[in-house]
């Protein structure tokens, strides 16, 4: 297949069943029988024993849908982040809880968010007085892609207010879908300025948080918990080409996805990087190409984000550019894409 016409694909996503494991709850609060609902929707509520248990992002974001049309509750993913912290992320969560300062415990959740769930990207961002906690979904033609992402906002929230303690608000939450038709209960819920139809979903906060020293952490539970999550991370570590393409999500979102950026995270010299890229059947160029066209397919499909302004999120000079580089990708321009594609709110 000629290069103008190859078609690039996501891998599969997986995620622990954690994140939404206050479904059978939440169905329950909305007055339905959860073994019922969840039996009608092709899912055991056995599935929910055991927080490890492993879904796929199709199987969750199916899931999520089927009780948004069962139950009529369009903020369902928003009841479900409700209740979710940062126990929910396991080994992950708990590292976090016994981190010295809020600026550690953040670096260990986009460090190791992948020990937790694939196929999404999470990330933290600087500037100036401002910090922005931001989550991504990189896999394309995901359902309630909404749902998905208000859940992960709502736990973002909570783990921020638990590591810091309840005076500790957002100065504004953003989300990339469209504004929903009744937002009040966002409003109740973050207390804070709504953004919607934004490049990234996440939560923006004052930076001198950073520096806020986590409650009740342990230290040598700490250091405990950290030797305990390197040699896990070790055990199951990636293939050196996956482990760049996860590297190259959050690289893009705070716009450093150059191979000698890469390189440097690795601690290897580019050349290094390329040699090890080529043994795995690929290169950079393909990676960031592939990473690109998740995160385009995202945002086309999900919101109303003009294609200026993606381009820019994507580090294209302007929207020629990347429509040349989307056409060769897909087989067609981005506004084809996006009309064949595009999704209405949930």
């Known amino acids: 297949m000629s290069r103008a016409t190859e078609k690039l694909h996501p891998s599969e996503g997986t995620v622990r069943i954690a994140t939404v494991a206050s479904i059978p709850l939440v169905l329950e609060q909305l007055g339905y029988n959860p073994v019922t609902v969840l039996a009608e929707c092709g899912f055991d509520i056995s599935l929910f024993d055991d927080p490890d248990n492993i879904i796929t992002h199709h199987n969750r974001s199916q899931l999520l849908q089927q009780c948004v049309n069962k139950t009529g509750c369009q903020h369902f993913g928003l009841l ?30 986009v460090r190791y968010s992948h020990l937790h769930v694939r196929g ?5 961002e600087k500037e100036n007085a401002s910090a922005f906690l931001g989550y991504g979904i990189y896999q394309a033609n995901i359902e309630a892609h909404q749902q998905i992402e208000d859940g992960a906002v709502a736990i973002a929230f909570n783990i921020l207010r638990q590591l810091c303690g309840p005076s500790w608000k957002p100065d504004e939450a953003h989300f990339s879908h469209h504004k929903p038709a009744d937002s009040r209960v966002y409003k109740q819920f973050f207390n804070a300025p709504l953004k919607f139809d934004t490049e990234h979903s996440g939560l923006l906060f004052s930076a001198h948080w950073l520096q806020q020293p986590v409650a009740g952490a342990d230290p040598e539970l700490y250091r405990f918990l950290q030797k305990q999550i390197d040699e896990f991370d070790h055990r199951s570590a990636d293939d050196f080409a996956e482990q760049v393409q996860r590297v190259l999500h959050s690289a893009l ?72 580089a989307f056409r060769r990708w897909s087989g067609m321009s981005p506004t084809l894409w996006r009309e064949q594609n595009h999704q209405e709110d949930d």
């Open 80 to 109: 479900i982040g409700q209740k979710t912290g940062p126990s929910a992320l396991g080994l992950v969560g708990f590292l976090m809880q016994h981190s010295p300062d809020l600026a550690t415990a953040l670096h260990s959740l």
């Open 120 to 124: 999404v990207v999470i990330y933290l």
């Open 253 to 324: 979102h705070t716009h450093q996805a150059t191979a000698d950026h890469i390189a440097e995270l690795f601690s290897i010299h580019p050349r290094t990087l390329n040699r090890r890229l080529k043994s795995c059947g690929t290169s950079f160029q393909q990676l960031a190409d592939q990473t690109r066209f998740e995160i385009a397919q995202q945002l086309l499909e999900n919101s109303s984000i003009q294609l200026n302004q993606i381009a820019a999120t994507l580090d294209y000079a302007d929207a020629s550019a990347f429509s040349r």
